[in-house]
Structure formats: structure tokens, C-alpha cells
């Protein structure tokens, strides 16, 4: 995981630091394959994707695990898990002297690497993905308007985050797309400090992507960083309300008053 983050990697059973080899495998190969499969479904999240090469050396043995550099967004380790749902979750690159977790300011370029893309190549011309804000309007028109069940609600929301995933990072906001992101702040704020878990990991996936956007930070911060505050002060410390309060800039005023 930590690999991937960063610009992916090999990791190598069966040798030493200095080269030499460590002899035949004491250890069952199918069963490292299987434990390595259980710890990527479980522990990891989105899915990674990985090779796996066992060598048969006449110095001795060798498994070799491949691991690819992250081309979506970033990796990160299930610190606790409900069920199907994701409680914590923390995020590692690796460095020179091993792995490490990241900080807010490495989190927050490790998902803007998601933007890249945003724009699609084919046949030699370039198409720029559009979300449809009809869509999106009417979603939110009924989420306003209506008594949604959770059943209803829930796939609605992912299906507004999947579309604004194309427009978050764009340089120039159209005035239609900004009325749209505001209608959404101002919308799903009542959900924000509701009980469901499920909701508010959407919810605060979606808002992720517009702080994001140095243009969108006034208005997140103006409608919805109130209630996320009231999230972190209640010991909800997940990193992406870290990421949103970071860039809406609570941390970074609490350090300037501390030299004042």
C-alpha cells in the first residue's frame, strides 16, 4: 500500500539487505498467497493490485510481490471496520528509510493526483468528461423536497458524488456548476451530524473533492465547516475531515496563534 502511494514497488522474500539468498523456502507458498489476498481485502482499501512471483533459485528461493502505483485515488490502511462499513482509515507512502503515514498536505496532493484524469484521450483527440447537471439538480431537488429512506437517499448520493467528480478540480467554475456545488453544501448539511455512518462517509467524500479546489474552500468553509468542526471536536478524527478542516484552515489558524 505504502508502495503504491508513492510510485509502486517490489517487495522481496528470500533475500538478505546485502544480496544473499536465504536458502530454500521454509514457509508455504499458498498459504503467503492466501494471507496476502485476506489482508488486501480486508485492510485495504480501494482493492490494490499486485503480482506474485515465486522463483525456484539454486541459491534458494524467492517470492516476489509487484506491486503498481496508484492510479485512482489514494490507498489506505482499514484501521477499523463495522461490517461492510469503514470506521478509520489511515494513509502510508513509502521513503527512503521506510514507510511512514502521510501528512495533511501530502494527503491532500495524493488525491489532486486523481485529477489528471479527468481528461481522456482517444483516437488522438482529447474529450473533457461532463457531468450532467440536470441530474444532479433534480437528485437534490428530491432530497430537499422529499421523506427519503436511507435505501433511496444513499445511491442518490453516490451517484451526485460520481458526477461531480468530473468538475471538483477545474480551473474555471461555470456559474451554473458553482449554484449547484452551493445547493449541495447547503443540502446535505442536516446530514452531516445525523447518526448514519454510511451517509456522512459519502457526504464527506464529495465535500473532500471540492476543498480540493482552492475557488470552492469560501463556500464549504461559509456552509458546512461549522458542523464538521463539531464532527472533529467530538472525536470523529478521520482523515478526511482532518483533509476538510485542514484546507478550510483550522489547523493552520490554531499554529499562528500559537507564535502570536
Do not use: W
Not at 514507510?99 to 493526483?113: A, G, H, I, M, T
Not at 485529477?115 to 461532463?130: A, G, M
Amino acid at each position: 500500500m505504502a508502495f503504491a502511494n508513492r510510485t509502486g514497488g517490489k517487495v522481496i522474500i528470500g533475500l538478505q539487505n546485502d544480496g544473499t539468498y536465504n536458502g530454500k523456502a521454509e514457509y508455504d507458498v499458498d498459504k503467503l498467497k492466501g494471507d496476502i489476498n485476506n489482508i488486501i481485502r480486508d485492510k485495504i482499501s480501494p482493492k490494490i493490485n499486485y503480482n506474485f512471483e515465486f522463483l525456484e533459485c539454486v541459491q534458494g528461493d524467492l517470492s516476489i510481490i509487484s506491486v503498481e502505483k496508484k492510479i485512482d485515488i489514494p490507498y489506505a490502511y482499514i484501521v477499523k471496520r463495522e461490517g461492510h462499513e469503514i470506521k478509520n482509515r489511515i494513509y502510508y507512502i513509502r521513503t527512503p528509510h521506510g514507510k511512514r503515514l502521510v501528512s495533511n498536505q501530502e494527503l491532500s496532493d495524493l488525491f489532486k493526483k486523481k485529477l489528471k484524469y479527468n481528461v481522456i484521450k482517444l483516437n488522438e483527440e482529447k474529450f473533457e468528461l461532463k457531468p450532467n447537471l440536470k441530474l444532479i439538480n433534480e437528485y437534490l431537488d428530491m432530497i430537499r423536497n422529499s421523506k427519503l429512506s436511507r435505501k433511496n437517499l444513499i445511491p442518490m448520493l453516490n451517484k451526485i458524488h460520481n458526477e461531480f467528480v468530473k468538475i471538483s478540480y477545474k480551473e474555471d467554475i461555470s456559474e451554473d456548476t458553482l449554484d449547484i456545488i452551493t445547493n449541495y453544501a447547503k443540502t446535505v448539511n442536516k446530514y452531516i451530524l445525523g447518526k448514519d455512518n454510511h451517509i456522512l462517509r459519502i457526504i464527506t467524500g464529495t465535500i473532500r473533492l471540492f476543498v480540493l479546489n482552492q475557488k470552492l474552500v469560501n463556500l464549504i468553509r461559509k456552509e458546512n465547516y461549522r458542523d464538521f468542526e463539531k464532527l472533529y471536536e467530538s472525536d470523529n478524527k478521520n482523515n478526511e475531515i482532518v483533509l476538510i478542516l485542514y484546507k478550510c484552515g483550522k489547523f493552520v489558524r490554531k499554529s499562528l496563534i500559537a507564535f502570536e
